[in-house]
């Protein structure tokens, strides 16, 4: 590759990322602030997690009961986190799956 055409081909993308720099941080924008919503959500999820787990230990006296306490508060969280995915999942499956062929006779 020629210098020359090496200078159109960095002019050409220098002009093309100010064309679309909106778009490109906009994009990381929006990763960026993703990340930092499921890491705060994570952290809340895991703190009511942990005090569910300190309280039913602390009132009741077994950590047996505290740590299976603390499992369905995490299943329970965890559903309330990630409900928009698994409402999109199981759509998926109810359109994609194969149904079952009934044999009569």
């Known amino acids: 590759m020629s210098n020359r055409s090496f200078g159109w081909l960095l002019v050409l993308s220098i002009v093309g990322l100010l064309f679309f720099a909106e778009e490109i ?8 602030g993703s ?3 499921i890491s705060v959500s994570l952290l809340v999820s895991l703190f009511f997690v942990g005090l569910v787990f300190f ?8 950590a047996l009961l505290g740590i299976g306490a603390a499992l369905v508060a995490l299943l329970l969280s965890g559903i309330g986190l990630f409900w928009p995915l698994i409402l999109c999942v199981l759509v998926l499956y109810f359109i994609f799956r194969k ?6 006779g």
């Open 55 to 62: 309280i039913v230990a602390t009132v009741f006296g077994s």
């Open 35 to 37: 990340v930092i919503e």
């Open 25 to 32: 941080f906009s994009v990381f924008g929006m990763a960026i």
């Open 99 to 104: 149904p079952k062929v009934s044999r009569t």
